[in-house]
């Protein structure tokens, strides 16, 4: 138990749950063991403050008012594909599962949740999530998803532009080489660009990335640094 408490404490979750008294407890109980716990009492509050802090898992019920929690969990998705989506209910009805499938949650909680259950199936989860094998290794913990067109590190992951994939792909296919403004255009673009149009897609991308990942090499062009 203590291993996996050392593999959860650096991560964050969002928990969705209707019913304040389950989740005042749930939050209690599960902060023991992640390093930061936010609860929303609907859909629409977990996605405000995914929004404003997004987390490595979202654990939400499904029958709640105005949003259920299958629809947030969708909507988590396709804001952040490589987050842990969790859903639970007190009711065993074959429709739900269909719809929690169809809506492809990492897993499926009945209630009464039992804390040992979901901690193991988060943990091994994860472990699923980080070693996906369409990710790319990075530097530092981060990886690049050529499906998904994100960057993750540490269980989140941040979704590029298209312009901002495309320069990655190039950077992956040439690593540790020196890209120039006239390669990166000629990638990227299907038209003569300026070079602040260039420089606007590379910062863009270094904000997503690692400190000093794309390196200026002046007068030359630029590198993903993978060293």
Known sequence: MEALHRKLQPLTLLIAE?????????????????KKVYAAG???????IFN???TDIVISDIQMPQVDGLHLLQKIN?????????VMTAFNNPAYVNRAIESEVNFYLKKPIDIDE??????????????DP?????????????????????????NLTKKESLLMELFIEN??????LEQIENSIWNEPVTNDAIRMVITGLRKKLYKNAVENIKGLGYKLNLN
Request: aromatic share 6%; net charge positive.
């Open 175 to 180: 690593k540790n080489s020196i890209i120039s």
């Open 118 to 131: 979901l901690l193991v199936a988060v943990s091994s989860n994860l472990n699923k999530t980080v070693n």
């Open 52 to 54: 404003e802090n997004p």
């Open 42 to 48: 609907s859909a629409m509050e977990a996605l405000e």
């Open 18 to 34: 209707d019913d304040p008294s389950t989740l005042k407890w749930l939050v209690r109980v599960l902060s023991i063991y992640f």
């Open 78 to 86: 396709s804001i952040s594909p490589n987050t842990l989506r969790v």
């Open 134 to 158: 369409s990710n790319i290794i990075l530097k530092e913990n981060y990886s690049y998803n050529p499906l998904q067109k994100s960057i993750s590190s540490q269980g989140k992951a941040v």
